[in-house]
């Protein structure tokens, strides 16, 4: 299955400094043994289309071999250090799974 999170980051936190910690934390994540792969992202510079929206500040996309997998992540502590450390940063955040 496939976890996709975009982040749109408060304005006081979007600064090359505070962008730097959070793709550290990004970075982090990958480490948790449940995740199978992904990566994450900024929005590409493609041409701008009504149907395209680059309001976000990242994306993150992750896989799982089981949806057992994503559930124990969700609960996982190093995910939730990530929650805890970085929640007060986001302006939104917007979560879709795919199976």
């Given at each position: 299955?496939?976890?996709?999170?975009?982040?749109?980051?408060?304005?006081?936190?979007?600064?090359?400094?505070?962008?730097?910690?959070?793709?550290?934390?990004?970075?982090?994540?990958?480490?948790?043994?449940?995740?199978?792969?992904?990566?994450?992202?900024?929005?590409?510079?493609?041409?701008?289309?009504p149907?395209?929206?680059?309001?976000?500040?990242?994306?993150?996309?992750?896989t799982?071999?089981?949806l057992?997998?994503?559930?124990?992540?969700?609960?996982?502590?190093?995910?939730?250090?990530?929650?805890?450390?970085?929640?007060?940063?986001?302006?939104?955040?917007?979560?879709?799974?795919?199976?």
């Open positions: 299955m496939e976890h996709h999170v975009y982040f749109w980051l408060k304005d006081e936190r979007n600064n090359p400094e505070d962008r730097a910690v959070f793709e550290k934390g990004l970075d982090d994540l990958f480490k948790v043994d449940l995740v199978a792969g992904g990566h994450w992202s900024v929005p590409a510079k493609v041409e701008i289309r149907v395209v929206d680059q309001s976000w500040d990242y994306a993150i996309t992750m799982f071999h089981t057992e997998d994503h559930d124990a992540y969700q609960v996982d502590p190093d995910h939730q250090v990530f929650i805890q450390s970085f929640k007060d940063w986001w302006a939104n955040v917007r979560v879709s799974d795919l199976a």
